[in-house]
């Protein structure tokens, strides 16, 4: 059964930095490509990154695009999201969830599953 468990979320003022953690079980992590996604209030969940199983390739929403970096350690079966600069608009929840492939599928929640608890992200301004 997948398990992901998202941890590093917390508040921060705009211009501020956060590295977001998701470890994986329950299943062969090293072959699915993982993505992160941002419930903000009162939004339907969208995109942010998404990353191969190799970590090859990386995926970017336009919104995060030379701010955010998506990594994983296939050795620790964890995924990780570096957010600088971070700005008002990326306040939210944070989910990890898992696809088959990232391509075809990503920035589509729906293509993705395991979904965690998540974790929350508040920027000020």
């Known amino acids: 059964q997948v398990q992901l468990v998202e941890s590093g979320g917390g508040s921060v003022q705009a211009g501020g930095s956060l590295r977001l953690s998701c470890a994986a079980s329950?299943?062969?992590?090293?072959?699915?490509?993982m993505g992160w996604f941002l419930q903000a209030p009162g939004k339907e969940r969208e995109g942010v990154a998404a990353i191969s199983s190799s970590g090859r390739f990386t995926y970017y929403a336009d919104s995060v695009k030379g701010r955010f970096t998506i990594s994983r350690d296939n050795a620790k079966n964890t995924i990780y999201l570096q957010m600088n600069s971070l700005k008002p608009e990326d306040t939210g929840l944070y989910y990890c969830a898992t696809s088959p492939s990232c391509t075809g599928n990503w920035p589509r929640p729906e293509k993705f599953a395991g979904w965690g608890q998540g974790t929350q992200v508040t920027v000020s301004s």
């Open positions: 329950g299943y062969t992590y090293s072959r699915f490509c």
